[in-house]
């Protein structure tokens, strides 16, 4: 787990856009600092916790959206067209 978070920190790090759009900002005269948080989930053998069920993509495309789901995207203000 750590090995995959320095990994991603270096690949961020070494991102030429990334470096490209906060050198930008900051000769605009602003202060940048970039904070990231990840969340990594794994599972052995090919097993799911029972208490995190895995979700799943119907034939139809739809994915199956639960409450926290939709607390979590309208923080983020992502609209979620319920359309059935």
């Given at each position: 787990?750590?090995e995959?978070g320095?990994?991603?920190?270096?690949a961020?790090?070494?991102?030429?856009?990334?470096?490209?759009?906060m050198?930008?900002?900051r000769?605009?005269?602003?202060?940048?600092f970039l904070a990231l948080?990840?969340?990594?989930?794994?599972t052995?053998?090919?097993?799911t916790s029972?208490?995190?069920?895995?979700?799943?993509?119907?034939?139809?495309?739809e994915?199956?959206i639960?409450?926290?789901d939709l607390?979590?995207?309208?923080?983020l203000?992502?609209?979620?067209?319920?359309?059935?």
């Open positions: 787990m750590k995959l320095e990994a991603i920190n270096q961020v790090a070494d991102s030429d856009r990334v470096t490209d759009v050198g930008r900002m000769a605009s005269g602003h202060d940048v948080e990840a969340t990594i989930g794994f052995s053998d090919g097993a029972p208490a995190k069920p895995r979700r799943e993509l119907h034939s139809s495309g994915l199956d639960t409450s926290q607390q979590f995207l309208r923080s203000r992502i609209a979620v067209n319920d359309q059935k």
